[in-house]
């Protein structure tokens, strides 16, 4: 089974702070997406990958940026962060018959 | 920017019962795809049916596809405790395995 793995579960992190969101697949996946979740409005896309190196906004990339320097691990990086990040943040790796999420991360920004 | 749009937002029944979602979407698709997420988890991805298909089964789910309507249903047949959850559709518009979920339906299924 494809494994998709978050980093941390729960995070508190202080207003201006750079934080860092890691997640690792481990079946050479190619595709791989960031999305928060907040209730009322779903998930939305903050941005995906096709390959090492390779990134492409999604439809909410404000605030946010990536990085794919292995192919296994795709990196949310908050430059600054604010309240209105404060989500559960979710990690999936493409598969062929769809996605597999990480556990997920939930971000407070205080 | 909202493709799919599950129907109802909350559903509650008794253990044994069936429970059915709907799940409309706007443009044309690829594949639709159905996900169950339990409380404060990642989801899980339950089933995928391509936009050729008009119905798909996996043990107690069923799901269907109308593409002239552009919706779809799950149901899930002798509800358990534990498919307490919510219930997302996603729709993949094409290539680049890009999906597009709705809000979900949050069942709750009472022992």
């Known amino acids: 089974d494809v494994k998709v793995t978050q980093s941390s579960r729960y995070l508190v992190k202080r207003t201006g702070e750079k934080v860092f969101l890691e997640c690792v697949q481990d079946?050479?996946?190619?595709?791989m997406f960031w999305y928060r979740q907040d209730p009322g409005l779903g998930l939305r896309l903050i941005y995906f990958s096709y390959d090492v190196k390779m990134k492409e906004k999604g439809d909410i990339p404000e605030g946010y940026s990536v990085s794919r320097e292995k192919k296994e691990r795709f990196s949310l990086i908050l430059e600054s962060a604010s309240t209105n990040q404060t989500s559960m943040y979710l990690c999936?790796?493409?598969?062929?018959?769809?996605?597999?999420f990480g556990s997920g991360t939930r971000l407070t920004v205080v | 920017s909202q493709q799919g749009e599950e129907d109802p937002q909350a559903l509650s029944i008794q253990e044994g019962e069936n429970a059915t979602m709907n799940c409309s979407y706007k443009?044309?698709?690829?594949?639709l795809q159905w996900y169950r997420q339990n409380s404060g988890r990642g989801l899980v991805h339950l089933i995928l049916?391509?936009?050729?298909?008009r119905e798909k089964h996996s043990g107690r789910l069923r799901v269907t596809l109308d593409t002239s309507k552009k919706s779809s249903s799950l149901l899930i047949t002798a509800s358990r405790a534990a498919d307490t959850a919510s219930y997302f559709c996603a729709t993949d518009t094409g290539g680049s395995e890009k999906l597009v979920f709705g809000k979900g339906t949050k069942l709750t299924v009472n022992p």
């Open positions: 999936a790796s493409w598969t062929n018959y769809g996605y597999t």
């Open positions: 443009t044309s698709i690829n594949n």
């Open positions: 079946m050479d996946h190619e595709n």
């Open positions: 049916i391509r936009s050729n298909e």
